[in-house]
């Protein structure tokens, strides 16, 4: 019983992970009514960004909120010089531009920062905090950041103008633009917050399985089978389902098929989602006459 206790709260550590990197690739959905592939590797990019930073004798916390605001500029900037000239061409262009973008930022660390394995600091200490047994501080900790952002979020898409006026440029931009609402920034501020939330993410899960180049690529494999779960087009079925994914993700490894087979459990999950309900359990089925 302490083992599957041990295992649901751990998968509950990894779950806030995945359901922040779920919520940026749903809001960029949202935006573009497409998958932004290169997702795992923007996160992946910032948190090297913080890295060097704390290398060079910069505060964690200082660095953290650094790496924030450089990750958000970051993809503003993605959106306005790469996304914006494509946005009404072809789907599959949009997808080669995605997966071009997922290669050169990979790539360009590699060269930058070598593909050697780093190690990333943890802002919590070594130590069970409250003397509990099952979690680690590190884990207690990313699940706390992870509901503060999700809770700024919420607050931030509820109660804000600029919110508001986010949620109506992703569900309807032309009416949008008829009130005054300037929608192409809209959407470039769109990916700031995604790129933002996508850092976040992955500086709490870099001293979980150490920093290099590629170290985001299953965790943008569970976040999107997260997304699905709950539904593509639904910021809290994202939510949802990154918690979801990651206890059956732990649960099923330890328990069921092995930890080799993990990854198995994401693949399995949105070809399931895919084919018995493609708009996942709380995203909205379109209905469209032709």
């Not at 605001?69 to 072809?90: K, M, T, W």
Request: aromatic residues 12%; proline residues 4%; glycine residues 10%.
């Amino acid at each position: 019983m302490d083992a599957l206790l041990h295992q649901v709260l751990a998968g509950l550590a990894t779950g806030g992970i995945y359901a922040s990197v779920a919520l940026a690739l749903v809001m960029i959905y949202q935006a573009t009514h497409h998958v932004n592939f290169a997702q795992g590797e923007l996160a992946m990019f910032s948190t090297y960004i913080a890295w060097s930073l704390i290398n060079a004798g910069m505060p964690y916390w200082a660095a953290f909120f650094l790496t924030v605001a450089f990750s958000f500029v970051l993809g503003v900037v993605i959106e306005r010089v790469v996304i914006r000239p494509v946005e009404n061409s072809p789907v599959l262009s949009v997808v080669v531009v995605f997966i071009a973008l997922l290669v050169i930022l990979n790539s360009v660390t590699g060269w930058i920062y070598t593909f050697t394995i780093k190690t990333f600091p943890s802002p919590f200490p070594e130590q069970p905090l409250f003397g509990n047994k099952y979690m680690s501080s590190h884990e207690i900790g990313a699940i706390c950041i992870t509901m503060v952002v999700l809770l700024l979020l919420y607050g931030f898409f509820r109660f804000t103008p600029l919110g508001l006026a986010m949620r109506a440029a992703a569900q309807n931009p032309e009416s949008s633009r008829l009130v005054g609402i300037r929608v192409g920034w809209i959407l470039a501020l769109g990916w700031g917050l995604a790129a933002a939330i996508g850092a976040v993410a992955g500086m709490m899960v870099a001293p979980i399985v150490f920093l290099d180049p590629n170290m985001m690529g299953g965790v943008l494999l569970y976040a999107f089978a997260a997304a699905l779960v709950g539904g593509i087009d639904s910021p809290g079925g994202a939510v949802f389902g990154g918690f979801l994914v990651g206890v059956l993700e732990n649960v099923l490894g330890a328990f069921v098929i092995g930890n080799e087979l993990k990854l198995a459990v994401a693949l399995v999950l949105i070809i399931g989602v895919l084919t018995v309900r493609p708009s996942g359990f709380f995203g909205k089925v379109h209905v469209t006459r032709v």
